[in-house]
């Protein structure tokens, strides 16, 4: 402690670019210029900045043709229709190769630190260290005449703590900061997952997927928790000692969200059942999510409200509090500001001028994450209600150019940001530092991963299925708990922490469960599908048809609006010896109408019959949303009709003006709904002003560069007409194949 | 020096937003997570970084929130059609109100730093301080038991150079990070300004553009640094001493070049004439890159070259080798990416996937500028020629989706970082704590760049006209003079440095110029354009029409081409009193064919002639160059006809065919020229393949949102025909004024 340590730590280069990440980003101006009186030190520092600087560059380079090469690679594969190995998959094995490269072959740059104490007689009135630290620095002039002035002070900043004091390893200047995911990476994939969502498919299934987002992620953190616990304790001691429950259960939360980005890329190449496709896409939007919530909460409590690191029921209560409080209040900022924004839009005429249109969308999206940040809630829950209230109301108001503009580079960030975070935790694998591998604790891990998804989908499944009906077959569970890829979010959850053996350990094993379950399982994903008999080539537009053509198109505004009958071209592809699941049904469930897989077709009155009594016993909290969304939010947030003025008790006349616009008053009745391609919250609500033609896509994954609106221009009797045709023409199919 | 200092300041809360912006984008990560041994220090830690992560948010929050308001605000202005002050200004004066609130409204938060030393017997055996500090702190244990382990190190990483250690005032955490500018900002308004720029009027006027732009900038830039240097001497004691010749020169380089963007959009707006636009546009594009190579030539005379400051001969000839040698091979590797873009574009069918391709685009073009950066080159200057590449040839390989796509993006991203640097300048007059107000400097500096302004315009002018008979009319001159607005450039340059008072009284002084010049003279060049009688509401189609029509459209691939005779309509608004100067001429000038400004029409037959004699003699390079590109480049890089199996000599086939495309050979011959707004590159390139019809726009800044390619479906017969009409009602027109 006497000594003065001066040690050169060597920054490994597959290290560096890390630093150019973080630093890459906002690039720190180290010169210090002096003029002509230029020092020694000076030059060497000018010089060494220079080289930072460069060294920033070329790391960061690497990175982007990294990523560049996924691209081409893609499209290679695309183009050759490989299906084995998918975009994500492609980004971690990238990663991985360019990762090992970077570890082992390179130089290295000396790093140095050194140690050092106050000037003087120390006195620390402070509870915390402090912000700066100013340091004399004896300078080495070029004119050799040692001048008094040749001490310069430098600044240094608060990084952080250090841990390991004796570990000559550690290399701050390498921790990439992991806040990097939460606030740069995170954020445009989430908004893009809520904006891009099919609305229609995800309140049809509402029930299913919240059950399976809330209940079952949660279930599955506390279940993955507690068995890991278990386990720990057989683990070496090191690890069982340092890892505590809470810290089991913060992994539980952390594995427990799936990513849906491979399986959603493959299920819209093939374009499986709508309904599967809502259902995985819904519950790992939302369970990211809940994560996220979650795992703060496990985070608080054993921050701030437990002394003992026990069970304490206070301490959890307030956990649970925390819990609630976050994820609804998120929740609220984000459609507040969402429904701001289409307030913005509607009331002004900002859509003459698309390029300040989406300029203020995107700032808008933008404030909200901060907005959240800044009240200590979850921007990244609130960005993702903001980006569904952005696309099921601004959407709406926005001109065709802005509609597509921002579809286009929220997708286009979408995919940089996925690739991104892939292909580091293909890096990462090798450079990060804090990497610990620990056999048992990863095969635990793995074991847990694939336990906590079986006790989300199967039991909850089960229950789902007593409580109503129309059933969730066990291929689409069977599919449902394969679809459990990790990604995203629990890497960046899980490399947030990395202060403890037990926290790195986590890392590793989550690293491990994301690179294997998207390459492998998402791989398999195609031959599974086959397997489990999941039919694929489903048309949107047959099943859009279908409803148009059975329900009654005339319904008035209340309640009594006819369910669809969806059983009718039930089996479309039966022939082809595949389940059929009905779309459409205000009833957040899927049922299966065959129980035998192969080639029988059901009885299309039947299932009519369970979708109408169903639609009324189980959907009444979505009706009832759904027909206030109709009444009140989208004729004030958007150009639709009816307006305010109808829908409004005539007391309300005057405001019920001032909220309704010219446009509103004027339009033909359908130019403005058309165009909304998520309208029907719960189905029908689009009938209530008689038909209008819904256009597939919207702002959706697949919609990026598609004429939006195919059938913007079909009167309703053409639809009818068409829909008809189209249904002839199957019912002829199927009897052929009979 | 012996008493520890452990000062508290004052972070004053106009500063925090600017915190916020550097580390807003990277958050640093503080959290310091200690599962259940939370002590008092690393409670007050985390509490502390939670505070100072939500006034991140909140100040980057309010600087979103004033982005919006601009954007509503230019809603309305355009709304209204308010033409005295555009949206730059705009950005500005908002920027000011917020600065001024921020700065006069608000509380503080302390900031808190130490003075330290090395820990025991100090060895300094290094040339540079140590990257990090580990700096041991007691720490308040919650449990009351003080154990040894209560001592924690925290690591402290290097910050730069403390130049004021008695100044209290001096905020290291408050100081943006100029270099921000440079690596964030910059870059994309750089890139579009290559992207966006209309290359046919361009090319008209290289000769005058690379005049102004190369010598004029120069000039201006030793001229200024001359006139403040003799100026300085009358100044105060402090600044004199303080102001060397090579910080005035700096300041003339910063200061000279002038930004497009307000006189643009205002000139976009009032559709000027289009020559004057390209040579406004040109030469401020071409003057941002000479001006940042220059002042980094002129930043490494001080620094590396020159041992007393004075002028040596050597140094002097190293930074002019210096100079040329960055500045071309930025060029080269700025080009190089773009055609190596095009390449991939062309040989993959990337085009498939307009997300994947845009992708490609956007990476591409971004690892460029890391390119340069990486070999210590300008990345900016890479970026502006990757970006006039990327236009020329990879736009016509991409897909119609990516096109608009790519253009979108950058186009928003250009919109927001003109925007954002705008709406800081006005702020940071308030915020930024090394502003240095000296009423002499900025007087001087205003004469000075104007002065320096009239020597770029007026003499070259007269030279340009003296080697050439059609001249710039001294109303042109005047507007070009007056269209000289300083903008984001710089101050980025400006605010990079700001290190000795004499840089932060330039500081202020660019800054003030900023904003003098956006708002005044941004807010007056409507009524100049009318008061000089330049011709406004020009319509670009017309003068295009005007060629397609006069000219022989069936030239061979030799250089016989005839030039276009633009006399011809010369005077369409010639009866509203305009002057009108000729669209069109392979010579890169400007001419006035009327020298009394109002009413007068002038002989459109002479103006032809002059046009014919003077193409051959004056525009020899750049029809070489067109050529060669017509011949050799886009054959290879796009999918242009004649192919290379046609241009290339016989021996060369085998390559040729390996270079040329299927669809090349198979093409109908017009399809992706077609697309292609800026191929000719010397007026008249498309007539060697037949008449082919150029779209107007290409990725221009007014074709946004509008459908690329109006007359995609003419046939040449139609275009005759249309021409013709137009040609009858013109003439009608100009006969009814006469």
């Known amino acids: 402690m006497a000594a003065s340590s001066s040690k050169a730590h060597t920054c490994r280069p597959q290290e560096r670019w890390k630093i150019a990440l973080i630093t890459g980003v906002v690039l720190i101006g180290l010169i210090c210029h002096q003029g002509c009186e230029a020092t020694d030190t000076d030059i060497a520092l000018d010089a060494k900045a220079t080289l930072n600087h460069r060294i920033q560059s070329l790391d960061l380079l690497v990175f982007v043709f990294l990523l560049a090469l996924t691209v081409l690679t893609i499209w290679l594969f695309k183009h050759h229709r490989v299906s084995w190995l998918h975009e994500t998959g492609l980004a971690v094995i990238y990663g991985l190769i360019v990762g090992a490269i970077m570890r082992y072959a390179g130089s290295s740059t000396p790093l140095v630190h050194m140690q050092v104490?106050?000037?003087?007689?120390?006195?620390?009135?402070?509870?915390?260290?402090?912000?700066?630290?100013?340091?004399?620095?004896?300078?080495?002039?070029?004119?050799?005449?040692?001048?008094?002035?040749?001490?310069?002070?430098?600044?240094?900043?608060?990084?952080?703590?250090?841990?390991?004091?004796?570990?000559?390893?550690?290399?701050?200047?390498?921790?990439?900061?992991?806040?990097?995911?939460f606030n740069i990476i995170l954020p445009p994939i989430i908004f893009y997952a809520g904006y891009s969502l099919k609305k229609k498919y995800f309140f049809r299934n509402l029930g299913a997927i919240l059950t399976f987002a809330i209940v079952g992620t949660t279930l599955s953190a506390f279940l993955i928790g507690g068995v890991m616990y278990g386990c720990a304790k057989l683990m070496p001691k090191y690890l069982s000692s340092s890892l505590s429950f809470l810290d089991t259960l913060y992994f539980g939360a952390l594995i427990s969200p799936t990513d849906p980005l491979t399986i959603l890329a493959i299920f819209n190449d093939l374009r499986v059942d709508v309904n599967l496709y809502a259902l995985v896409l819904g519950e790992s939007v939302l369970n990211d999510a809940v994560a996220i919530v979650l795992s703060g909460a496990i985070q608080n409590y054993g921050e701030h409200y437990s002394?003992?690191?026990?069970?304490?029921?206070?301490?959890?209560?307030?956990?649970?509090?925390?819990?609630?409080?976050?994820?609804?209040?998120?929740l609220l900022i984000g459609a507040a500001m969402g429904c701001f924004t289409a307030l913005l839009t509607k009331f002004t005429r900002?859509?003459?001028?698309?390029?300040?249109?989406?300029?203020?969308?995107?700032?808008?999206?933008?404030?909200?994450?901060?907005?959240?940040?800044?009240?200590?809630?979850?921007?990244?829950?609130?960005?993702?209600?903001?980006?569904?209230?952005?696309?099921?109301?601004?959407?709406?108001?926005?001109?065709?150019?802005?509609?597509?503009?921002?579809?286009?580079?929220?997708?286009?960030?979408?995919?940089?940001?996925?690739?991104?975070?892939?292909?580091?935790?293909?890096?990462?694998?090798?450079?990060?530092?804090?990497?610990?591998?620990?056999?048992?604790?990863?095969?635990?891990?793995?074991?847990?991963?694939?336990?906590?998804?079986?006790?989300?989908?199967?039991?909850?499944?089960?229950?789902?299925?007593?409580?109503?009906?129309?059933?969730?077959?066990?291929?689409?569970?069977?599919?449902?708990?394969?679809?459990?890829?990790?990604?995203?979010?629990?890497?960046?959850?899980?490399?947030?922490?990395?202060?403890?053996?037990?926290?790195?350990?986590?890392?590793?094993?989550?690293?491990?469960?994301?690179?294997?379950?998207?390459?492998?399982?998402?791989?398999?994903?195609?031959?599974?599908?086959?397997?489990?008999?999941?039919?694929?080539?489903?048309?949107?537009?047959?099943?859009?048809?279908?409803?148009?053509?059975?329900?009654?198109?005339?319904?008035?505004?209340?309640?009594?609006?006819?369910?669809?009958?969806?059983?009718?071209?039930?089996?479309?592809?039966?022939?082809?010896?595949?389940?059929?699941?009905?779309?459409?049904?205000?009833?957040?469930?899927?049922?299966?109408?065959?129980?035998?897989?192969?080639?029988?077709?059901?009885?299309?009155?039947?299932?009519?019959?369970h979708h109408r009594r169903n639609s009324h016993e189980k959907a009444i909290l979505a009706?009832?949303?759904?027909?206030?969304?109709?009444?009140?939010?989208?004729?004030?947030?958007?150009?639709?009709?009816?307006?305010?003025?109808?829908?409004?008790?005539?007391?309300?006349?005057?405001?019920?003006?001032?909220?309704?616009?010219?446009?509103?008053?004027?339009?033909?009745?359908g130019e403005f709904r058309r165009v909304d391609s998520d309208s029907d919250i719960c189905i029908d609500n689009d009938s209530v002003n008689g038909l209008t033609s819904q256009t597939p896509g919207g702002p959706g994954p697949a919609g990026g560069g598609q004429a939006p609106g195919r059938r913007n221009s079909l009167s309703r009797s053409n639809i009818l007409n068409e829909t008809n045709h189209i249904a002839n023409e199957l019912s002829l199919v199927t009897n052929n194949f009979m």
């Open 117 to 181: 104490e106050p000037e003087g007689n120390p006195t620390y009135t402070d509870k915390l260290p402090p912000d700066t630290l100013w340091f004399k620095y004896p300078v080495n002039q070029t004119n050799t005449t040692k001048l008094p002035e040749g001490i310069k002070t430098y600044a240094y900043v608060f990084r952080g703590q250090v841990h390991d004091v004796d570990e000559n390893e550690i290399d701050l200047k390498a921790t990439f900061d992991p806040e990097v995911f």
């Open 307 to 330: 002394n003992t690191g026990e069970f304490e029921t206070t301490a959890f209560l307030r956990s649970m509090s925390d819990f609630f409080s976050i994820f609804f209040l998120s």
């Open 350 to 609: 900002v859509r003459d001028f698309p390029l300040l249109e989406s300029a203020l969308f995107v700032l808008m999206s933008y404030s909200t994450f901060l907005l959240a940040e800044a009240t200590e809630l979850t921007g990244v829950v609130a960005v993702l209600f903001c980006g569904i209230c952005q696309a099921h109301y601004t959407y709406n108001n926005l001109s065709e150019d802005s509609r597509q503009r921002t579809k286009q580079i929220f997708e286009l960030l979408n995919f940089l940001a996925e690739n991104f975070i892939f292909s580091y935790i293909g890096v990462s694998m090798f450079t990060f530092p804090k990497h610990h591998f620990d056999a048992g604790f990863i095969i635990t891990a793995f074991i847990c991963a694939a336990l906590g998804r079986a006790v989300n989908v199967y039991p909850l499944s089960w229950l789902l299925n007593i409580k109503r009906k129309p059933k969730i077959s066990t291929n689409f569970q069977h599919m449902l708990f394969f679809a459990g890829l990790r990604g995203a979010m629990s890497f960046a959850l899980a490399i947030r922490n990395t202060v403890s053996d037990a926290r790195q350990t986590m890392l590793t094993a989550t690293s491990l469960i994301v690179i294997f379950t998207v390459i492998i399982q998402g791989g398999a994903a195609n031959f599974l599908l086959n397997w489990l008999n999941i039919p694929v080539g489903v048309d949107d537009e047959t099943e859009q048809l279908n409803n148009y053509q059975v329900h009654s198109v005339y319904n008035s505004m209340d309640n009594s609006h006819q369910p669809p009958s969806d059983g009718y071209l039930q089996d479309m592809e039966g022939g082809r010896g595949k389940t059929r699941i009905s779309g459409g049904g205000t009833d957040g469930i899927l049922d299966t109408p065959i129980e035998g897989a192969n080639g029988s077709l059901s009885n299309g009155a039947t299932g009519s019959h």
């Open 623 to 669: 009706r009832i949303w759904g027909n206030f969304d109709t009444k009140f939010m989208k004729p004030l947030l958007t150009h639709s009709r009816p307006t305010l003025l109808e829908t409004l008790p005539n007391c309300c006349n005057p405001i019920a003006r001032l909220l309704t616009t010219t446009q509103q008053l004027t339009q033909d009745g």
